[in-house]
């Protein structure tokens, strides 16, 4: 009988079909595998949190969250992030784990999407989390295993931009006055709608001067040569601060080699509200979204009763996997089709084979329609039919 949506899926929830399934399953283990070099120790969090703590932490917009209800009467959310739940099981299970704490993981994630959003509502993602060293040398670990961990799963082009939240804020607000006005310049960065942020700034009463320090915040994208240019448009301690860090940042991921892979971009916005410091996001020439983000989150454990500073990232598998635009590798299957009288001897055959590490089917010949399609579909036919040897009939 008909039903309706009989063939539909739930708005932003997707199919994965055996190639791209196989392609994601290398990609985690290319990256976990890297993260278990440098010391990071995976972890698995509840699909289901409770809204109170992880939904209200998450810093996901509350109509983004799937909801449930539980037989206590209790609220429920899917996990819409991972580093709220990471947060909650640091300051529970591993309460007693002196800092730091390396932990990786690979989990789905879900968000509900608007009808007209196009985004899927459930995602994979993979990363790190480096929580109780507030020092620069951990930013530069984390945004260095970032880069190692996609190099390890062959993406070859791309480029990390790094930002600092202390800066954009600190500029922001020293020019228009408040937080409230400042977030409507932040919204139009987080966009990357620089139009809209000059036509906004053009109807700000400000004097000349500061509408010109606005729209040099729009050509801060660089190398680190960007850094005395940045200098002359802050005032505040707290900016400059921030470029600071950036600096010593920079000089370190010079330590690992991977300079080139770094852009500066100081407006830079990422819509985490709970980011406090550096910030970054990972971009592929084949994508003209983010394949990754992370940042530094200082604040957010304070929620857990356990304060500590932190940085992480994430990484997309959709995503990258659309990136890299490989398939994985094509591995040999064969298939032995047998007849009803021979099946004792078939199974045994096909287990000889499976012991040797070959991917074998085993196929009765009664259940095929099309011989010949079969033969289209593996690398090896193997037919175990007709009379038993014993009765002196062969293979055919």
């Not at 062959?154 to 931009?161: D, I, R, W």
């Not at 990357?192 to 729209?215: A, M, P, T, W």
């Not at 406090?276 to 971009?283: K, S």
Request: charged content about 25%; glycine content about 8%.
């Amino acid at each position: 009988m008909s039903k309706l949506f009989m063939f539909e899926k739930p708005l932003g929830m997707r199919d994965t079909l055996p190639e791209l399934y196989e392609t994601k399953k290398r990609l985690r283990t290319e990256m976990a595998d890297e993260m278990k070099q440098w010391g990071y120790q995976m972890v698995e969090t509840p699909t289901v949190e409770y809204y109170d703590t992880i939904g209200a932490a998450s810093a996901i917009l509350d109509q983004q969250l799937f909801k449930l209800m539980d037989s206590q009467g209790y609220t429920l959310v899917l996990r819409p992030d991972m580093t709220a739940p990471i947060a909650r099981l640091v300051s529970s299970s591993l309460k007693n784990e002196a800092y730091p704490i390396r932990l990786g993981y690979h989990s789905h994630l879900f968000r509900a999407q608007q009808h007209d959003g196009g985004r899927p509502a459930e995602f994979e993602q993979v990363g790190a989390e480096l929580i109780g060293d507030g020092t620069v040398s951990a930013d530069a670990e984390t945004i260095a295993l970032m880069i190692e961990s996609l190099k390890r799963t062959g993406l070859e082009q791309f480029k990390l931009a790094i930002g600092h939240v202390g800066f954009v804020d600190a500029l922001l607000i020293d020019i228009v006055g408040n937080k409230e006005r400042a977030e409507v310049l932040r919204r139009y960065l987080y966009e990357k709608n620089y139009v809209g942020f000059r036509s906004h700034v053009k109807g700000l009463q400000l004097s000349s001067i500061d509408k010109k320090r606005l729209e040099g915040l729009l050509k801060l994208r660089g190398g680190s040569d960007l850094f005395n240019d940045a200098e002359k448009l802050v005032e505040s301690a707290q900016g400059k601060a921030a470029l600071t860090e950036l600096r010593e940042l920079w000089a370190v991921l010079e330590d690992y080699g991977l300079s080139s892979f770094i852009t500066i971009d100081l407006n830079l916005v990422l819509h985490m509200s709970y980011y406090t410091g550096t910030v970054f996001e990972v971009y592929s020439q084949e994508l003209g979204v983010p394949l990754g983000s992370g940042g530094r989150y200082d604040e957010l454990l304070q929620q857990f009763n356990r304060p500590a500073q932190a940085i992480g990232f994430g990484v997309r598998l959709d995503l990258l996997a659309e990136a890299i635009g490989q398939s994985a590798p094509h591995e040999r299957r064969s298939c032995v089709i047998f007849s009803r009288e021979r099946r004792a001897e078939a199974i045994q055959k096909a287990r000889d084979l499976r012991t040797e590490g070959e991917i074998v089917v085993l196929q009765d010949l009664a259940g095929i329609t099309n011989v010949d399609q079969m033969s289209e579909e593996y690398d090896e036919i193997v037919y175990v039919i007709g009379k038993s040897k014993q009765g002196g009939q062969a293979d055919e």
